[in-house]
């Protein structure tokens, strides 16, 4: 089974930015439509940002269109999200998740089954 092991996080001033990473393991990470979601405490989970296979189409949540980035590197088997302007309310746990591709791209947490345990992002003011 395909394992998503984030990585990336960390405390970085407001305005600043930091770069995730995701890494995928185990078997192929071919085929398969990415997601970026975070979650803070007491709030359910947010879509962030995804990525259609191969990786031509790319959606944002409003909030972080213009900040935020998503990328893949298929041949590393790695997805990444770059946060620029990162403001405090960004605060939160950042998680990857998979599934296979549909051609669509859904902003559902409930749509995606493979998901890594996710990586701590702090903005301070």
């Known amino acids: 089974q395909v394992q998503l092991v984030e990585a990336g996080g960390g405390l970085v001033q407001a305005g600043g930015s930091l770069r995730l990473s995701c890494a995928a393991s185990?078997?192929?990470?071919?085929?398969?439509?990415m997601g970026w979601f975070r979650q803070a405490p007491g709030k359910e989970r947010e879509f962030v940002a995804g990525?259609?296979?191969?990786?031509?189409?790319?959606y944002y949540a409003d909030s972080m269109k213009g900040r935020f980035t998503i990328s893949r590197d298929n041949a590393e088997n790695t997805v990444y999200l770059q946060m620029n302007s990162l403001k405090p309310e960004d605060t939160a746990l950042y998680y990857c998740a998979a599934r296979r591709a549909t051609g669509v791209m859904s902003p559902k947490a409930a749509f995606y089954d493979i998901w890594g345990q996710g990586t701590q992002v702090t903005v301070s003011s």
């Open positions: 185990g078997r192929t990470f071919s085929r398969l439509d």
């Open positions: 990525i259609l296979w191969p990786g031509g189409s790319t």
